[in-house]
C-alpha cells in the first residue's frame, strides 16, 4: 500500500510539473510579441505584432524618425518620414497629429541601438504628448522576422547606381518582360509564383543579405510577390510599390 501511495504521490507531482511547465510555455512570447524591454523607459514599446496589427487597424501615426535618404533606401510600409531638422521635429510630429497630443503614436528608426526614436520620444513627453510608444526593434528586426519593406524611387535610384550585387525582380508577365524590362532585371512572375506555377525564383544563394528590388506593373503587384518573399530566406528585400512606367521613367 505505501509503495502505491508513493507512486500516486509521485506520479501527481509528475502531471502538477508538467502543467506548470505548460503554463510556462503557453505564457512565453514569441518572437513576434517580443520588445526590447528596456530598464527605466520614459515611453511604452510594442513589439513587431503589435506594429503589423496598428498598421492594418491604423490605430496609431507610424513615424519613422531616419534621415530621408534611409526612409527612401526602405521603410515599413504605411510609415511616415519625418523628414524634419533636430529642432522642430517635436513640431513636425504635432502637424502630423492635427494638434492632438493624444493621439496614438509609434516611433520607430535603426534597431535596439539607433537613438532616434528613443529620443524623439523623450521630446514628446516632455512636451505634453501622452501617447506616444516606440517599436524600438526597428527596421532591422522588422525585415529579419518577414515584415514587407517598401522602396521609394530615390532609393531604386541610388541603388541602380551604386550596388552591382543588387538584383531586380520583374514582377510583371513574362509576357510583359519579354518586351522590355529594367538592364539586369530577372522575371519572376507575381501570378506564377502565388499560384505555385513558377517552383523557383532565379535568386543569389551565395549571399541572402544580398540587395532584392521588387517591382511590377503596380505597386500591388509588387507587394504579392513581396508577401510570397517574407517566407523566403533572403531578407533585404523591398518592393516599390509605383509602376513599372515610373521606375522606367526614374532611371533615365
Keep these: 500500500m505505501r509503495t502505491r501511495h508513493l507512486a500516486s504521490l509521485a506520479t501527481g507531482a509528475c502531471l502538477v510539473a508538467l502543467v506548470q511547465v505548460h503554463q510556462a510555455s ?64 517635436v513640431a513636425a510630429v504635432g502637424r502630423l497629429a492635427g494638434g492632438d497630443k493624444k493621439k496614438a503614436l509609434v516611433l520607430y528608426c535603426n534597431g535596439p541601438f539607433c537613438q532616434a526614436s528613443r529620443r524623439l520620444a523623450e521630446q514628446l ?17 522588422w525585415r529579419a522576422l518577414g515584415g514587407p519593406t517598401q ?5 531604386i535610384r541610388r541603388v541602380f547606381k551604386a ?3 543588387a538584383v531586380f525582380l520583374d514582377a510583371r508577365s513574362s509576357n510583359e518582360f519579354a518586351q ?41 503587384q509588387a507587394r504579392r510577390l513581396a508577401d510570397v518573399m517574407s517566407k523566403r530566406p533572403w531578407h533585404n528585400v523591398a518592393f516599390f510599390a509605383g509602376t513599372y512606367a515610373d521606375v522606367q521613367a526614374g532611371l533615365k
Excluded at 522602396?151 to 532609393?155: Q, S
Design 26 to 89: 503557453a505564457q512565453s512570447p514569441s518572437i513576434y510579441q517580443a520588445t526590447l524591454a528596456e530598464p527605466n523607459a520614459k515611453t511604452p514599446e510594442v513589439s513587431t505584432e503589435q506594429v503589423r496589427r496598428i498598421l492594418q487597424d491604423r490605430t496609431a501615426i507610424v513615424i519613422d524618425t531616419r534621415s530621408r535618404a534611409e526612409f527612401e533606401a526602405g521603410h515599413i510600409p504605411g510609415a511616415i518620414n519625418l523628414d524634419a531638422p533636430a529642432g522642430e521635429r
Design 125 to 141: 513627453v516632455e512636451n505634453g504628448f501622452t501617447n506616444a510608444r516606440r517599436y524600438q526593434l526597428g527596421i532591422p528586426v
Design 151 to 155: 522602396i521609394e524611387l530615390g532609393g
Design 163 to 165: 550596388d552591382q550585387t
Design 180 to 220: 522590355g524590362s529594367l538592364p539586369g532585371a530577372r522575371s519572376a512572375p507575381a501570378d506564377d509564383v502565388v499560384s505555385g506555377k513558377l517552383k523557383t525564383i532565379d535568386l543569389p544563394e551565395d549571399d541572402f543579405n544580398r540587395r532584392i528590388i521588387l517591382f511590377g506593373r503596380d505597386g500591388a
